[in-house]
C-alpha cells in the first residue's frame, strides 16, 4: 500500500520560508517522477515542483528561483523548500508520485496515481 504523507505547512508573513516534507511508503517504482501540487477554492490544482530520480527537476514559472524540491532516497522523503514566500502562494499542498516517469508531463497532475493528504500553506501579507 503507497502512503504519502505530508508536513511542515503553517502560516507565514511575505517573505517568509517553509519547507515541506512528505514521507512516502510502499512506493512501487523508484524511479517515477514525484512532485508537489497546489490548489486553491475554486481553482485547479496546479503543479510546483517535480523531479525525477536522475535529478531532473520541473518547476512551475510563478515559483522559479524560490522554490527548491529535493528527496532523499535515504529517507524515502520529498522535499519542498519554499523562499520569498508570497500571499498568492496561499494554498493546500499536496504531494505526490507517479507510477512511471513523467518526463515533459511532470507537472500535469493528471498524471499523478497516487497523493497524500495534503497541508496548508498561508501567507500574510
Known amino acids: 500500500q503507497v502512503q504519502l504523507v505530508e508536513s511542515g505547512g503553517g502560516s507565514v508573513q511575505s517573505g517568509g520560508s517553509l519547507r515541506l516534507s512528505c514521507a512516502t511508503s510502499?512506493?512501487?517504482?523508484?524511479?517515477?517522477?514525484k512532485g508537489w501540487f497546489r490548489q486553491t477554492p475554486g481553482k485547479e490544482r496546479e503543479g510546483v515542483a517535480a523531479?525525477?530520480?536522475?535529478?531532473?527537476?520541473s518547476y512551475a514559472e510563478s515559483v522559479k528561483g524560490r522554490f527548491t524540491i529535493s528527496q532523499d532516497n535515504t529517507k524515502n522523503t520529498l522535499y519542498l523548500e519554499m523562499n520569498s514566500l508570497k500571499p498568492e502562494d496561499t494554498a493546500i499542498y499536496y504531494c505526490?508520485?507517479?507510477?512511471?516517469?513523467?518526463?515533459?508531463?511532470?507537472?500535469?497532475?493528471?498524471?499523478?496515481?497516487?497523493w497524500g493528504q495534503g497541508t496548508q500553506v498561508t501567507v500574510s501579507s
Open positions: 523531479t525525477e530520480n536522475d535529478g531532473a527537476v
Open positions: 510502499g512506493y512501487p517504482n523508484s524511479r517515477a517522477s
Open positions: 505526490a508520485a507517479a507510477a512511471v516517469r513523467l518526463r515533459y508531463y511532470a507537472l500535469s497532475p493528471a498524471f499523478y496515481k497516487y
